[in-house]
């Protein structure tokens, strides 16, 4: 009997000392990888937003451009949607740089004034364009702030000029110019495949833009003549805006080890 015992004891002995082994036997294997796509390629958006425009404005004479009345401050607001194009090219692991063109279609509203006979018009952007570059960090894998300026054009509405006493038309106009200058501005742009909606190639950006414009000395001319009234209003406007845009990336395919 105690050989039998014994016996037993051996082999789960032997049976324990085996598990073990194959235990610690098991291969080491690598955590694969972090990836995500490169941000490098070409791109188009859409979207829409708001904004508003400042102008510092006074009457002078159009002769010689001598003030008639103190500058003031004018403004106006409203909507507009936009449409543009662009190709990035992401370097040292987490930086991207680019290259941009879009349009801006809508109308930016306020009024401007001639206080010498207490005349107003209502003026309007409405629209303008923009080309320029834009440097950023991935702050994630799919998040990408950046900053961006470069150069711009803006046309601006002609108007009616009418009595600020009663509203209506004095029989004077002014036509409509264009304006350039330069941008300044930044934003955020983010891969849609979030809470749980699987969107490759989709992206949303949302933007602010500062524009400053050229001034703009504005004939005042008669209806139906055309002719020189003698007084101009000079412009010189401020725009900013803030919008939200949809981005198709054409390349979001190929991956990349996420350096993170």
């Given amino acids: 009997m105690k050989k039998i015992l014994l016996a037993l004891s051996a082999v789960v002995a032997l049976t324990g000392s085996a598990s073990a082994a194959d235990l610690a036997a098991r291969p080491y294997?690598?955590?694969?990888?972090?990836?995500?796509?490169?941000?490098?390629?070409?791109?188009?958006?859409?979207?829409?937003?708001?904004?508003?425009?400042?102008?510092?404005?006074?009457?002078?004479?159009?002769?010689?451009?001598?003030?008639?009345?103190i500058n003031q401050r004018q403004s106006g607001d409203g909507w507009f949607g936009t449409v543009g194009a662009g190709y990035d090219w992401q370097f040292?692991?987490?930086w991207v740089a680019g290259v941009f063109a879009d349009g801006q279609f809508g109308s930016?509203?306020?009024?401007?004034?001639?206080?010498?006979?207490?005349?107003?018009?209502?003026?309007?952007?409405?629209?303008?364009?923009?080309?320029?570059?834009?440097?950023?960090?991935?702050?994630?894998?799919?998040?990408?702030s950046y900053v961006n300026g470069g150069y711009s054009g803006s046309h601006w509405s002609g108007t009616t000029l009418v009595s600020t006493f009663s509203g209506l038309p004095v029989g004077e106009h002014t036509n409509s110019f264009n304006r350039n200058g330069w941008f300044v501005g930044g934003g955020v742009e983010?891969?849609?495949?979030?809470?749980?909606?699987?969107?490759?190639?989709?992206?949303?950006?949302?933007?602010?833009?500062?524009?400053?414009?050229?001034?703009?000395?504005?004939?005042?001319?008669?209806?139906?003549?055309?002719?020189?009234?003698?007084?101009?209003?000079?412009?010189?406007?401020?725009?900013?805006?803030?919008?939200?845009?949809?981005?198709?990336?054409?390349?979001w395919s190929g991956p990349v080890v996420a350096k993170y």
Avoid: C, H
Wanted: no cysteine.
């Fill in 108 to 144: 930016l509203k306020g009024t401007i004034q001639d206080p010498v006979f207490g005349f107003s018009a209502s003026e309007k952007m409405q629209d303008a364009w923009a080309a320029g570059v834009r440097l950023g960090y991935l702050v994630a894998p799919n998040v990408y």
């Fill in 92 to 94: 040292n692991g987490n």
């Fill in 190 to 251: 983010n891969n849609l495949n979030i809470f749980g909606i699987t969107a490759p190639g989709w992206f949303m950006k949302t933007e602010y833009r500062s524009a400053f414009y050229d001034r703009k000395n504005i004939n005042e001319l008669f209806d139906g003549s055309n002719a020189l009234v003698g007084r101009d209003i000079a412009f010189k406007p401020f725009v900013q805006t803030i919008s939200t845009s949809l981005v198709y990336r054409f390349n």
């Fill in 29 to 69: 294997t690598k955590a694969p990888p972090i990836v995500a796509p490169s941000w490098t390629g070409f791109y188009i958006f859409g979207g829409g937003g708001g904004g508003i425009w400042d102008a510092d404005t006074s009457t002078r004479v159009t002769a010689t451009g001598l003030p008639l009345t």
